[in-house]
């Protein structure tokens, strides 16, 4: 059976990569990072998917980017903002997409896997840079210079299913292929039982994307 690495925060949009991998036909390898992030409610939500989805493993890689800071995610002493903004928002985490991909890209040289799915997205989202195309296809070039499985030929592809889709058509999505949204966390300062703010950018653009899909939303809210 051909495997994939697939990213698992937890969230709405890995779950959906997950579901789609699966849908896809490959054996999936799930992989979350324990990075120092404000909201740890996130890694037991990625744990329940993962065996939800029928994950064939799951990993969580214990990181030190607290000790970075720099990010209302991992510096409790930033506040996360809950008013949008202009430019670049303080909850990206600087190379947080970097790392994750570097080390899912180990897993997959370990597996077999010829695929790495992750959740980036180009349309609703806060504004990341390490979400855009332009990384995305950088990165590609990395992983076929530096595995040793890109250098034999047999190239790990960084798949983005998700990448031009909006926040609903994402939601619809994962509906028609029988995920349960109501597993998943995505607010950015959920609380120890996983229940959302309703009130940071995550938390409005997955809201709204739910109306916007017409699918109930099963968020558990404070």
């Given at each position: 059976?051909?495997?994939?690495?697939?990213?698992?925060?937890?969230?709405?949009?890995?779950?959906?990569?997950?579901?789609?991998?699966?849908?896809?036909?490959?054996?999936?390898?799930?992989?979350?990072?324990?990075?120092?992030?404000?909201?740890?409610?996130?890694?037991?939500?990625?744990?329940?998917?993962?065996?939800a989805l029928g994950a064939a493993s799951h990993r969580v890689i214990e990181l030190g980017m607290g000790n970075i800071g720099g990010s209302a995610l991992t510096d409790h002493n930033i506040e996360v903002p809950e008013d949008g903004g202009e430019g670049i928002p303080v909850t990206y985490v600087p190379a947080r997409n970097t790392v994750f991909l570097s080390l899912a890209l180990g897993l997959a040289e370990v597996t077999g896997a010829e695929a790495i799915y992750i959740g980036v997205n180009a349309v609703d989202y806060s504004g990341y840079p390490d979400c855009r195309p332009a990384f995305i296809e950088a990165f590609q070039t990395l992983a076929n210079l530096a595995t040793k499985a890109g250098v034999e030929g047999n190239t790990i592809r960084i798949e983005t299913p998700l990448m031009h889709l909006s926040k609903a058509q994402i939601i619809?999505?994962?509906?028609?292929?029988?995920?349960?949204?109501?597993?998943?966390?995505?607010?950015?300062?959920?609380?120890?039982?996983?229940?959302?703010?309703?009130?940071?950018?995550?938390?409005?653009?997955?809201?709204?994307?739910?109306?916007?899909?017409?699918v109930k939303d099963p968020t558990n809210y404070q």
């Open positions: 059976m051909k495997k994939a690495v697939v990213l698992l925060s937890g969230g709405l949009d890995s779950a959906t990569c997950l579901a789609i991998a699966r849908d896809q036909g490959y054996q999936c390898h799930t992989i979350a990072f324990d990075y120092g992030q404000r909201t740890r409610s996130e890694l037991d939500a990625a744990a329940r998917v993962s065996e619809q999505q994962g509906e028609g292929l029988g995920l349960d949204y109501g597993l998943t966390v995505s607010c950015y300062q959920a609380d120890a039982e996983g229940r959302a703010c309703g009130r940071c950018d995550s938390c409005r653009l997955r809201k709204q994307g739910f109306a916007d899909a017409l």
